[in-house]
């Protein structure tokens, strides 16, 4: 892996650089059988997780950390948007699970962080195991403290003693437990990120949907949210909220009128030819993700890309439960009317082929239509753009 591939931060100022452990090396040494045996705080385990979903296996160095605080608050802001890209984040923590647990109720107010789903790294077992054990640096202390005093300013995460910054690992103070993150998919290690100081980090987002592919190998897909409510994955209450406004533009029509007829054709076509390229179609998933709506362009990918090349009532069932359903993080916005309609189609007629059409066209015309014309704006675009 290159250092290029792992120069996705938040810091702007700071180069990430990685270390010379290669996916092959440490994968030598994290077999399945290992993932295997390491259990998360509700008993099931890393490799068996791996088997449905990508898993951002996270080391958090300690609670008085304030950049793992930090972090934690991050991976909390993208939530629903990873578990809609069916990742799923694991914390990897120092503390006994009694006192992490009473960390996360005590630090933080959003009712996910108690929820997500942790492993306690006894004596740094699992942190030697995956080496992100490493001496310390003291050129970059500069750098960490200043981090650590906008923190502060900003954010209120304190340091009560400074070597808070610097904690000590079984081993000895000498040496560290540095922030790292690995994702983990059909019980392998697919993709690594080693901070070179503690106050850097990635952007969870980047990492996961690069649209360049250079990071994780396989494509970023949507969530089946049986298997989210199978594994007891926690969902939260974003699908309760109150429905996102129904944008007014050329293609979106009231919703009475577009209960009776489709939305613009020309529009729809248009949208459909741009996503139908591989590459285009990461690079406006990223943007949505960014704007917390890419429920709508997964739906469209779970049409066009797998039901209508398999129309299976399986496929349907799947489409209906993760986009249909309130309490799910894929949940669409469209008219409980249109939802209504397919599923009684579905229920007369099986999995027509052209099942989801009328949905689809209501989606592209007033949702992703509004989203494309901000995109089409945007830096990621232009990127997009410089790429052809």
């Not at 939260?236 to 009128?257: D, Q, T, Y």
């Not at 489709?262 to 990223?286: G, M, P, Q, T, W």
């Amino acid at each position: 892996m290159s250092a290029e591939e792992c120069c996705v931060t938040k810091d702007a100022t700071t180069t990430i650089q990685c270390n010379n452990i290669s996916l092959d090396e440490i994968n030598h040494k994290v077999k399945s059988e290992f993932l295997a045996s390491v259990n998360t705080n509700t008993g099931v385990s890393l490799g068996e997780l791996s088997k449905k979903h990508k898993i951002l296996f996270l080391f958090l160095r300690h609670t008085g950390c304030p950049y793992c605080k930090e972090a934690v608050q991050d991976i909390c802001d993208n939530y629903h948007t990873l578990l809609q890209f069916n990742t799923i984040p694991v914390l990897c923590h120092l503390e006994p699970e009694a006192d992490f647990a009473k960390f996360l109720h005590e630090d933080f107010t959003d009712p996910i962080i108690p929820n997500l789903l942790r492993v306690h790294d006894k004596d740094d077992y699992l942190a030697n195991t995956f080496e992100v054990i490493s001496e310390l640096n003291k050129r970059k202390l500069p750098g960490v403290l200043m981090r650590a005093a906008y923190l502060y300013a900003t954010k209120g995460y304190k340091i009560k003693q400074l070597n808070e910054l610097f904690a000590p690992t079984a081993e000895g103070i000498t040496r560290t437990r540095v922030p790292a993150l690995f994702i983990l998919e059909n019980e392998r290690i697919v993709y690594q990120f080693r901070h070179s100081a503690f106050s850097t980090r990635p952007d969870y987002l980047d990492l996961m949907i690069d649209p360049e592919r250079k990071g994780v190998a396989s494509e970023p897909t949507a969530a089946e949210f049986g298997a989210l409510k199978s594994d007891n994955i926690y969902v939260g209450k974003r699908a309760a909220a109150e429905p996102k406004p129904r944008v007014a533009n050329s293609g979106c029509m009231s919703p009475n009128s577009r209960e009776k007829e489709v939305a613009n054709k020309d529009e729809c076509a248009a949208i459909s030819e741009f996503l139908s390229d591989s590459r285009n179609r990461r690079y406006f998933k990223l943007y949505s993700a960014k704007e917390y709506s890419s429920e709508h362009v997964l739906f469209w990918e779970s049409v066009n890309i797998t039901y209508r090349k398999n129309p299976t009532a399986k496929n349907a069932q799947n489409i209906i439960d993760s986009y249909f359903d309130p309490q799910s993080p894929l949940g669409i916005n469209t008219t409980e009317a249109l939802k209504k309609r397919v599923r009684s189609r579905f229920e007369e007629e099986g999995p027509q082929k052209d099942l989801f059409d009328e949905i689809l066209s209501d989606v592209e015309s007033c949702v992703l239509s509004d989203t494309m014309s901000r995109f089409e704006t945007s830096p990621l675009y232009a990127k997009l753009q410089s790429k052809k």
